[in-house]
């Protein structure tokens, strides 16, 4: 009580024996605690802990509860000034952050948004890209053969891509349309077991864009563009480590393990590759000369096999055991 009250300790004492004594006449209280007692007795009158003529110790609820909601709408008015003047700090202070700067702070969607394009879009060489959950497919914009891909000439841009997707993202259902398209771009993929750092675009080893909180914290959109210099190249580190942990999600063939050998054929591979690059059970049927139920029985087959219940987790299965 003393640090927020203000009462002090012989405020504090004085209290605790009006509490176990009842009200006490202030002449009393002065021979048991000195001349110090008739300020004390003040300053507990004045937070409302004693009322009365004796003082008459007053149940602490009735007496700090006000005082508990008045510091909590102090509370509430600081925080919301602190945003304000985060805000405004980072309004006026774009210019050593902005543009030209080597460290940009992206608050708003849009902007983030336009960012993210002119990332994998305007990118000539290469692009690296941690996928993380939660999931958002690639839009129509990000399509293969999309004018904002195209060089000058007309010519459409191509360069390569690198994409590490964690399980969890193929635990979703909707991780597929994503992977549809990421396949279609001619991308390599390749999934890790464990959960990723951080989402992650890296264009042309000389920018990255990644979130400015770590993952949980409640502030999911703010993100930090980084151009060029030391910072770019820690973020090469981290992607190059993932990837050499992470499972190709190609198919080879030649590459199954032993124990998988004479469970899982060509059919069954070829069927796996078309569920990565998004296509139907129909159009499946269709591209390999084969009946829809022959393929719902391999798939249902190589579920059994792999011990799991849906498609995406299948995949990740087979990427970590049958393909190379």
Same mark, same amino acid.
């Given at each position: ?17 009006? !509490?176990?004594?009842?009200?006490? $006449?202030?002449?009393?209280?002065? /021979?048991i605690?000195?001349?110090e007692?008739?300020? *004390?007795i ?6 409302? +802990? ?9 149940? $602490? ?6 005082l ?23 309004s006026k202070? *774009?210019a050593?952050?902005?543009? #030209? *700067? $080597? ?7 849009? /902007? ?11 990118a ?33 841009r ?12 193929l ?7 994503g992977?549809? #398209? !990421?396949v279609?771009?001619? *991308?390599?993929?390749?999934?890790v077991?464990?959960d990723?750092?951080?989402? +992650?675009?890296?264009s042309? /080893?000389?920018? =990255? ?11 999911? !959109? ?8 030391a ?8 992607f190059?480590?993932y ?9 080879d063939? #030649? ?7 004479? =469970? ?14 998004g ?26 096999l792999?011990?799991?219940d849906?498609? $995406? ?7 970590? #055991?049958?393909?190379?």
């Open positions: 009580m003393k640090s927020g009250l203000g009462i002090g300790e012989v405020g504090e004492r004085l209290y605790h024996y009006l !509490v176990e004594h009842g009200p006490t $006449p202030a002449t009393d209280l002065e /021979r605690s000195g001349p007692v008739e300020d *004390a003040t300053r507990l009158r004045d937070v409302g +802990l004693v009322v009365g003529e004796p003082p008459t110790a007053r149940h $602490p609820d009735y007496a700090l509860k006000p508990v909601a008045t510091a909590e709408a102090s509370l509430t008015r600081l925080r919301t000034q602190a945003t304000e003047l985060r805000d405004l700090y980072d202070t *774009a050593t952050r902005g543009p #030209n *700067a $080597p460290v940009e702070v992206l608050t708003s969607r849009q /902007r983030i948004g336009e960012t993210l394009d002119d990332l994998t879009l305007g000539h060489r290469e692009v690296l890209h941690f996928v993380t959950a939660p999931f958002a497919p690639l839009t129509v914009l990000h399509a293969p053969g999309d004018p904002a891909r195209r060089n000058p000439d007309g010519t459409v191509r360069p390569r891509r690198r994409f590490i997707y964690e399980k969890a993202v635990q979703n259902e909707a991780a597929m349309a992977l549809h #398209n !990421v279609a771009l001619g *991308a390599d993929v390749r999934v077991a464990k990723l750092p951080f989402k +992650l675009v890296i042309d /080893r000389e920018r =990255a864009l990644v979130p400015r909180f770590p993952r949980g914290f409640s502030d999911q !959109v703010s993100s930090l563009l980084i151009r060029g210099g910072l770019v190249e820690c973020m090469l580190v981290v190059e480590h990837w050499s942990e992470a499972t190709p999600l190609e198919a063939y #030649n590459g199954f393990g032993p124990a998988a050998a004479s =469970a899982i054929d060509e059919q069954d591979m070829a069927i796996l590759q078309h569920i990565i690059a296509q139907t059970d129909d159009s499946m049927a269709r591209l390999m000369g084969t009946s829809k139920s022959t393929i719902l029985r391999r798939v249902k087959r190589m579920r059994e792999a011990g799991v849906t498609r $995406p987790a299948l995949i990740f299965h087979a990427a970590r #055991n049958w393909m190379s």
